[in-house]
Nanobody, 125 residues
């Protein structure tokens, strides 16, 4: 059974940076798509970034392009989300997701089988 564990969240001021980590057990990131999602209170879960497994493109939501970078360390079976120039609107619970199924948008949360418990990011102005 795949298990994902996020870490690295916290509270920062606007303009600051954080790096989130997602470590997997029972699942190999290097062969599969992995995505980061976020969900703010009262809002739907939205896709932030996706990194491909073997082939494909790295994709970012328009709201984070140029500020966030998704990467992975295959030796550690860990995916990262480097977040720079943070804004108050980036405040949310951040989740990593894997186990993509079916066809459709890469940011359709329903397509992912495995989720971590989330890590909170709070950006103050």
């Amino acid at each position: 059974q795949a298990q994902l564990l996020e870490s690295g969240g916290g509270s920062v001021q606007a303009g600051g940076s954080l790096r989130l980590s997602c470590a997997a057990s029972g699942y190999t990131f290097s062969r599969n798509f992995v995505a980061w999602f976020r969900q703010a209170p009262g809002k739907e879960r939205e896709g932030v970034a996706r990194i491909p497994g073997v082939t494909g493109a790295t994709i970012y939501a328009d709201s984070v392009k140029g500020r966030f970078t998704i990467s992975q360390d295959n030796a550690k079976n860990t995916v990262y989300l480097q977040m720079n120039s943070l804004k108050p609107e980036d405040t949310a619970m951040y989740y990593c997701a894997a186990g993509l199924l079916g066809a459709g948008s890469v940011f359709d949360a329903r397509r992912y089988q495995y989720w971590g418990q989330g890590t909170q990011v709070t950006v103050s102005s």
